[in-house]
């Protein structure tokens, strides 16, 4: 199985989303401050000389299934400003502030108090306020599923502000040859891949979220419902960085984002993928390319720096008890690529193919 067959094409998204962002840029005529570009991470509106504001907006997917299913719903506020916050970060801001949408299908304070909880924890693991939201009661849009009670059908989605100096923005333009690719640890799916890992588990595999797997050490739904991580509150010295790339949909493709053409991003020393992905790649016999494209595989966030910064790096990830692994490194290539060697795998034009040989790779060995 792959993910187009589980009900979500990525392929006509993408050709519908080029359709879409081409009406969107004409807008950029009212004003001539956006820095960034559409398609990374945050835009950068220059506000003064000195300020410019970094701008995101996400969702979490059908995870919210997931928090229905487990009629659990403290945790998924911390997704929510968890894949806004991250990608924040990305062009070198610092967040400050959160603003949250939440749809319900009908009043429910329950509901409200456990989706506060976890907004409110989110803002703390990130240092931002909330400082503002709209709740929105929409039964013909929001409506019980097989998954859910009755009243707790929800979407929640967030909008995050950050501030950068205008000229002290990120985006990859610097990246060289010899440049590392640091891969800060997940904390499992985060928020991305959720329709083809429910189609499998749940579908094919007829596992129930209440059901103990002794290879993950708790319940599929604990394992499905496990927080996304915040990167934000790691103390990043972005003056040395060159990319902060947040690894969710798209997963390892996302480091083509990046504003720099000619490069080749070789991923030669990935960690074992978690169990989880494991179970849902042999249930559902899902091909590498598919795999490496769909899920983060247990890399949440990449930075890319020269190998002087390394040991910085990583020390400021440990201090905040997470991991971290120099996953790859940079060469000069004709166009732009990933590639994952021991896969057979290069990726470009937001897909994997699968490669019998990279001869014109050089591997380095994570040295």
């Known amino acids: ?46 506000l003064t000389d000195e300020i410019g504001l970094a701008v995101s907006t996400d969702g979490v997917g059908t995870k919210v299934l997931i928090s229905q299913m487990m009629e659990k719903y403290d945790t998924i506020g911390i997704d929510c400003v968890a894949m806004v916050v991250n990608d924040i970060i990305c062009v070198g801001a610092k967040p400050i502030t959160f603003l949250d949408y ?23 693991q990130a240092r931002v306020s909330i400082s503002g939201g709209e709740t929105a009661q929409v039964p013909e849009l929001i409506r019980r599923t097989k998954y859910s009670k009755t009243g707790y059908g929800f979407d929640i989605v967030g909008m995050g502000i950050g501030m950068v100096h205008p000229y002290e923005t990120i985006d990859g333009s610097f990246i060289c040859e010899g440049d590392v690719i640091i891969g800060i640890e997940s904390s499992g799916l985060h928020s991305n891949g959720y329709t083809l890992a429910r189609n499998i588990l749940f579908d094919i595999g007829g596992y129930s979220v209440g059901d103990y797997i002794d290879e993950l050490g708790k319940t599929i739904g604990e394992e499905l419902l496990e927080p996304t991580i ?43 993928p978690y169990p989880v992905f494991k179970m849902i790649q042999e249930m ?8 490496y494209r769909t899920f983060n595989m247990g890399i949440g966030f990449c930075i890319v720096v020269s ?35 021991s896969k057979g795998l290069k990726g470009c034009d937001r897909k994997f193919y699968k490669e019998r040989k990279f001869s014109d790779v050089k591997i380095n060995n994570g040295n």
């Not at 060159?242 to 030669?268: E, P, Y």
């Not at 002087?308 to 790096?313: A, G, K, N, P, R």
């Open 230 to 272: 915040i990167y934000s509150n790691i103390n990043f010295p972005f003056q040395s960085i060159k990319a902060m790339i947040n690894i969710t949909g798209d997963s390892l493709l996302n480091l083509l984002r990046v504003n720099k053409n000619d490069i080749q991003f070789v991923i030669d020393n990935l960690p074992e």
């Open 102 to 124: 939440i749809a319900i299908e009908e009043p429910n304070e329950h509901l409200m108090m456990e989706l506060g909880k976890g907004l409110v924890e989110g803002a703390n």
């Open 284 to 291: 559902g016999r899902v091909p590498d390319e598919d795999m």
């Open 1 to 46: 199985m792959n993910y187009k067959e589980s009900g979500v094409d990525t392929d006509k998204e993408e050709i519908i989303m080029k359709a879409f962002i081409n009406q969107i840029e004409k807008t950029h005529i009212n004003s001539d401050k956006i820095l960034q570009p559409n398609r990374y991470f945050a835009n950068v509106i220059n």
């Open 307 to 341: 190998p002087s910064y390394v040991d910085d790096i990583q020390s400021r990830v440990s201090s905040k008890g997470l991991k971290s692994y120099r996953i790859g490194h940079v060469i000069n290539s004709k166009g732009k690529s990933v590639i994952i060697p």
